[in-house]
């Protein structure tokens, strides 16, 4: 069944979760509202991702306040959300992703598995993956760097499992300085997310949040959007716009192809 994507290239601020989950669930009203039928937002919305307030501020899924707030957007707007949050889970914290149904509940729970070295202070790595059948067909769920684990294993594993689109809450970061007309962004997630699309005929939605990034190792970058659709047959479709100031919603119509088994070997 083809249905309507809404990728919702959002400002996310550092240690502000209620800012966030606030701006979170207008846009997922207006994506609604526009026809989407799936709304994807970025990576660790709610706190943003490696800003140290993860280490006390977490809060559990399903129940916590952030998936809480999403899952009532989710039921309100009768749409899908999938969407990062930082999950406190007993004594650890993960950066996790949840994907939820119209009617409110959490189907698919994923921790992010290929972690940069400078998120392991605050993440643990996560020990799952999974694909949920839905009306609109079998999606997958990924976060940012599982993209470009060696291999492309976190992607191509899903492809195996049947998934038929992969979304993936991101936060993509550059230097203070960059220079995106000398060195534009982009290639390294074209580079991982076509080989990967083409091999199993899916479809790849990778979206980042903009804003600048105000603590952590990697303070004074920027979240710069460029939040990227890709093809069954590898190509990209549809690319946000650069900029730490560049909130957009991105639409796009998905057909999911039928499941190609065991290809990309």
Not at 17 to 39: D, F, K, M, S, W
Not at 104 to 131: M, P, Q, S
Not at 242 to 254: P, S
């Amino acid at each position: 069944m083809n249905f309507r994507l809404g990728m919702v290239q959002m400002r996310v601020e550092g240690g502000a979760p209620t800012r966030n989950l606030a701006r979170a669930v207008e846009r997922i009203a207006e994506a609604a509202q526009a026809g989407a039928q799936v709304v994807l937002l970025p990576e660790a919305l709610d706190l943003g991702w490696t800003h140290p307030a993860a280490k006390i501020a977490a809060e559990p899924i399903p129940d916590g306040e952030p998936c809480r707030q999403l899952r009532d957007a989710a039921r309100r707007h009768g749409v899908y959300v999938c969407a990062g949050l930082v999950e406190r889970a007993a004594d650890r914290v993960f950066n996790a992703a949840v994907l939820i149904a119209p009617a409110g509940e959490v189907i698919l729970h994923h921790r992010k598995l290929n972690e940069l070295e400078i998120g392991r202070e605050f993440y643990a790595t996560g020990d799952r993956l999974g694909i949920a059948q839905t009306p609109l067909g079998t999606l997958g769920l990924m976060i940012c760097a599982d993209a470009f684990a060696r291999g492309e294993v976190v992607s191509r594993t899903l492809g195996l499992m049947g998934a038929q689109v992969i979304l993936s809450p991101c936060a993509w970061a550059v230097p203070a300085d960059h220079d995106n007309l000398r060195e534009p962004y982009g290639q390294l997630w074209r580079h991982c997310y076509g080989p990967v699309a083409r091999d199993f005929r899916l479809w790849i939605a990778g979206c980042s949040n903009v804003g600048p990034m105000v603590a952590g190792p990697w303070q004074g970058r920027k979240c710069i959007g460029c939040s990227l659709l890709v093809g069954p047959d590898g190509e990209p479709l549809l690319a946000g716009p650069y900029g730490e100031a560049a909130e957009t919603i991105l639409y796009a119509e998905i057909a999911p192809q039928p499941h190609v088994a065991g290809a990309g070997g």
